[in-house]
């Protein structure tokens, strides 16, 4: 499997916008949370970098979303499986070239990435809008306020999150709130990564 270090190096070979590698690594983070909460410790690693990969393609090739992205993990020697687990966090959506991805999440390392993706947003999002601009010291019933507010961060699709809740089979408040508590435990580790590549520039 590709290491941790090759896959970012890759990642950031496509993407330059802080933005986006802020994204990727947060998507990570929880990916790599939610492997030890549900009791995938060893798939760990793997989970990681599938949402360190997920949006490889969104920041050079948006209108190719989940399609562009084939052509660039595999000139990078990622391997097939963890490619499907890339591409399964569009499915259903019609990207912005008129193609329906229809690469089903078929493991629940894929279903939680379907979920998980749309809603680090909205939280990171509801987070930039506090005193602390901070999930750590965020509830689950501001965090819900937030989401029930349709003209808030709009950009993030309650309707992808909810598909997501559904296909894990679980409650919406159970992935808002698991969300929740995965971006708090690793948004020390992300800001000191992000202010690290920041000095390295």
């Not at 989401?147 to 309650?158: H, I, L, P, Q, V």
């Not at 598909?163 to 435990?185: H, I, S």
């Amino acid at each position: 499997m590709i290491t941790r270090e090759e896959a970012f190096n890759l990642l950031k070979k496509y993407n330059k916008d802080p933005f986006h590698i802020q994204h990727s690594l947060t998507v990570e983070a929880v990916m790599k949370w939610y492997a030890k909460e549900l009791g995938y410790e060893d798939e760990e690693d793997r989970w990681g970098i599938v949402g360190l990969l997920h949006d490889i393609d969104f920041e050079l090739y948006p209108e190719e979303h989940c399609l562009k992205a084939v052509s660039l993990l595999r000139e990078g020697g990622v391997d097939e499986g963890i490619i499907h687990s890339v591409c399964s966090h569009g499915y259903g959506i019609t990207v912005p070239c008129g193609v329906t991805i229809d690469v089903e999440p078929i493991h629940e390392m894929e279903k939680v990435l379907f979920a998980a993706d749309e809603l680090t947003g909205l939280i990171w999002a509801a987070a930039l809008m506090r005193p602390s601009k901070s999930t750590k010291d965020m509830e689950l019933k501001s965090l819900k306020k937030k989401y029930k507010s349709k003209g808030f961060a709009a950009g993030c699709s309650r309707e992808v999150i909810e598909r997501g809740a559904k296909q894990l089979g679980w409650e919406l408040d159970k992935l808002l709130d698991m969300t929740l508590k995965a971006m708090a435990a690793s948004e020390d580790t992300i800001n000191a990564e992000m202010a690290a590549e920041e000095q390295s520039k």
